[in-house]
Nanobody, 126 residues
Framework: QVQLVESGGGLVQAGGSLRLSCIAS????????MGWFRQAPGKERELVAT????????YYADSVTGRFTISRDNAKNTLHLQMNSLSPEDTAVYYC???????????????????WGQGTQVTVSS
């Protein structure tokens, strides 16, 4: 059974930084494209960033490009999201997710991700 456990969320002032982590178990981590998503109150879940199996390719939503960095450590089955220059608009529950299919680098949206963590709350105060 796949299990993804996020940590690192919290309350931070605007302009601050946080580093989220997600520890994966129950899957061969290096076989899967991984992603970070977020969901703010009253809004749909949105993609934040993705990273291919060995980190060779990353994708970022326009809203976080230049401020957030996704990375992974396959030896530790861990996914990270470094978030800098945070703003109140970044306030949301952040989720890590694993692609439904192994050995693929193609995705189009949340529906392509089959395993999700429970989420970690990030709150940015102004």
């Amino acid at each position: 059974q796949v299990q993804l456990v996020e940590s690192g969320g919290g309350l931070v002032q605007a302009g601050g930084s946080l580093r989220l982590s997600c520890i994966a178990s129950g899957l061969t981590f290096s076989n899967y494209l991984m992603g970070w998503f977020r969901q703010a109150p009253g809004k749909e879940r949105e993609l934040v960033a993705t990273i291919t199996r060995f980190g060779g390719s990353t994708y970022y939503a326009d809203s976080v490009t230049g401020r957030f960095t996704i990375s992974r450590d396959n030896a530790k089955n861990t996914l990270h999201l470094q978030m800098n220059s945070l703003s109140p608009e970044d306030t949301a529950v952040y989720y890590c997710a694993a692609h439904r299919k192994s050995y693929t680098s193609i995705w189009s949206g949340p529906g392509d991700f089959g395993s999700w963590g429970q989420g970690t709350q990030v709150t940015v105060s102004s």
